[in-house]
């Protein structure tokens, strides 16, 4: 498995962090996920991608968790690149589109806060159109969760138990838990007090 770091170094330089062999070598490593090959794609774009997502939503940590989500994707994930500028767009595309989500979510969670501190409380078509906001901003994160993740608590929002999820998926209930506990972590700290609001109407 690829380690990664989860408060990455800051590279002083990564201009001279250099990728061993040819490009068309290295792409082949990371197609076959050879975790060396991985880690200097870490070092080589780490600060770059960064200070990418900085510009778009002003916020360090945030921007360091994106590109932290980046990486895992793209490791985690079984697309297979064919050249090296392919990689580096995908790379650039991903923490992009992750920024945008970002954006969104945090502008229905503004919205939310704002409109309760102003009325102090809410109407039932407010409420209503609420929930949609919010289990539309839930079905975005779910989509970006890892794929096995994303199969169990897919199931797991359809109202199927455990034991009903691991047989559609031939699994066991223990790996089901383990895959709904990884995702609600992931969700939670993705989408921040919006999930929270979600556990609190849909009770999960």
């Given at each position: ?38 880690h200097d794609l870490f070092l080589k774009f780490r600060n770059y ?110 109202g199927k138990k455990n034991d009903e999820i691991a047989e559609i998926l031939g699994i066991s ?32």
């Open positions: 498995m690829f380690i990664y770091f989860r408060k990455p170094i800051f590279v002083k330089n990564p201009m001279v962090v250099k990728m061993n062999g040819t490009e068309q070598d290295f792409i082949r490593r990371i197609n076959i996920k050879e975790e060396t090959a991985f991608l960064v200070l990418f997502a900085m510009r778009r939503i002003d916020q360090l940590d945030a921007a360091e968790d994106i590109v932290q989500e980046t990486f895992i994707t793209v490791w985690e994930n079984k697309k297979i690149y064919n050249s090296y500028q392919g990689l580096k767009a995908y790379l650039y595309e991903l923490v992009q589109n992750k920024c945008t989500n970002y954006l969104k979510h945090k502008q229905v969670e503004d919205k939310y806060v704002s409109y309760v501190k102003t009325t102090g409380e809410e109407t039932e078509g407010d409420y209503n159109l609420m929930q949609e906001e919010i289990y539309r901003e839930l079905y975005m994160a779910v989509r970006e969760l890892p794929e096995k993740c994303q199969k169990v608590f897919e199931l797991h929002l359809e209930v223990l790996t089901v838990k383990s895959h709904k506990q990884n995702a609600i972590h992931i969700l939670k700290k993705k989408m921040g007090n919006l999930f929270l609001l979600y556990t609190y109407i849909y009770e999960v």
